[in-house]
Nanobody, 115 residues
């Protein structure tokens, strides 16, 4: 069973930037797709950004132009560069890797954006 570990969350002022990282305990990043999700208090978990094996990306409308997802297969790592952060981006962010018939999730990292 692979494990995913997120890092890079924290407290930042509105307009600031953060870079989230997700590393895997084994080589699973060449799987079907990987992505970042987030869950704010009282809300459902939502997709933030996703990248497929052929490098196609899609983003939630709310983060388009501000967030960028990328992967480094050599390092079994995935990143989410977040810029122009807004208070509504405050949430726990989870990385996700899709493999055939299954999916892996990290434990989450808190991102808090103050106004």
């Amino acid at each position: 069973q692979a494990q995913l570990v997120e890092s890079g969350g924290g407290l930042v002022q509105a307009g600031g930037s953060l870079r989230l990282s997700c590393t895997a305990s084994k080589n699973i990043f060449n799987s079907n797709a990987m992505g970042w999700y987030r869950q704010a208090p009282g809300k459902q978990r939502e997709l933030v950004a996703r990248i497929t094996k052929d490098s196609s990306t899609n983003y939630a409308d709310s983060v388009k132009g501000r967030f960028t997802i990328s992967g480094d297969y050599a390092k079994n790592a995935m990143y989410l560069q977040m810029t122009s952060l807004k208070p509504e981006d405050t949430a726990v962010y989870y990385c996700n890797v899709e493999v055939p018939l299954d999916a892996y999730w990290g434990q989450g990292t808190q991102v808090t954006v103050s106004s």
